[in-house]
């Protein structure tokens, strides 16, 4: 099984056997508990079903109450599904935990980026600011944004002033520093999306 939810802590560093400086992001990991498999046989494809984290009793609707009942599992924050293969392996009940991942190991790790709110074009876009000189007062205008006659319109997709930030963010190739069962903690070389107490996936890597 490699694939897990998690919490962002914060960032430290820590110190590698040459003595060198290694900036990590602590990240609570698991343990998350297997609510359901998936089957080719039964649904198609082959996926397993975690929970994370211990949902209060009022924030959970009667559905998804019914849903953990129907397996036995106290009701969970979060629910995830993970496509793999092997599933066969793993029982509803089962708990996935951080040593399933090891010191070395390519992660990863998606998160919801911080919101930003409202921003300009030389924020969110990176465009360049106008001249500051010879009367000029174009300093942050995004500047012309289509043609008059033709087509006499703004093509879509076009780069303006808006809202910035939480977004899904994927940080592909990060490594796992050290694992921690007891604590149920990953250190992952440097820095993941999202703020503190961010929901974390953590995937093996696909590249």
Request: net charge positive; with cysteine; proline share 5%.
């Amino acid at each position: 099984m490699k694939g897990i939810l998690g919490k962002k802590i914060g960032m430290t560093q820590v110190f590698n056997d040459d003595g060198e400086v290694i900036p990590v992001t602590v990240v609570k990991a698991g343990p998350c508990p297997v609510i359901q498999k998936k089957t080719e046989e039964v649904d198609g494809y082959s996926a397993v079903q975690l929970g994370f984290e211990d949902a209060k009793a009022f924030r959970v609707n009667k559905p998804v109450t019914g849903h953990f009942e129907k397996y036995g599992i106290e009701p969970k924050k979060y629910i995830k599904e993970f496509r793999l293969d092997g599933v066969e392996e793993l029982e509803t009940g089962d708990e996935v935990k951080v040593d399933t991942f090891s010191a070395g190991d390519k992660i990863d790790v998606t998160g919801t980026s911080k919101g930003k709110g409202f921003a300009g074009t030389v924020k969110r876009w990176n465009f360049s600011t106008g001249p500051k000189t010879h009367g000029s007062r174009n300093y942050r205008l995004p500047g012309s944004i289509g043609q008059s006659a033709d087509p006499a319109r703004v093509f879509k997709g076009k780069k303006m002033a808006g809202h910035m930030g939480r977004e899904k963010v994927t940080v592909q190739n990060l490594e796992v520093v050290k694992v921690d069962l007891e604590k149920d903690v990953l250190l992952v070389k440097g820095s993941v999306p999202g703020p503190k107490k961010g929901l974390l996936t953590i995937e093996k890597a696909v590249k």
